[in-house]
């Protein structure tokens, strides 16, 4: 499975952004898709995951209420809606698939993307 995210940028704090990720090869049911970030010396976090088959959402804290996550399964894509942005937001956006199910964790995930730049501005 190859990843390619698109859709990062530069915004305004308090602007909206939505990230795309495109999967090429097989995604089944029980794949879990999500996107993590990496800040400027900062290690790799969780933002957001979906439940390839069911569809089932989750959500980092400090972005709940702010960022949705959705997909769509018939062109194989992911997106992340991210509205309410703020500087602490300015990373780069990185999908990935688990085979395994997992949620959360970076090291649950097999298949990386490139990454796309969010930088958000005052």
């Known amino acids: 499975v190859q990843l390619q995210a698109s859709g990062g940028g530069l915004v305004q704090a308090g602007g909206s952004l939505r990230l795309s990720c495109a999967a090429s090869g097989n995604v089944y049911s029980s794949h879990v898709m999500g996107w993590f970030r990496q800040a400027p010396g900062k290690e790799r976090g969780f933002v957001s995951s979906?439940?390839?088959?069911?569809?089932?959402?989750y959500y980092a804290d400090s972005v709940k209420g702010r960022f949705t996550i959705s997909r769509d399964r018939a062109k194989k894509m992911v997106y992340l809606q991210m509205d309410s942005l703020t500087l602490e937001d300015t990373a780069v956006y990185y999908c990935a698939i688990s085979r395994t199910g997992g949620l959360r964790l970076a090291s649950e995930f097999n298949y990386w993307g490139q990454g796309t730049l969010v930088t958000v501005s005052s």
């Open positions: 979906i439940r390839w088959g069911v569809g089932n959402t």
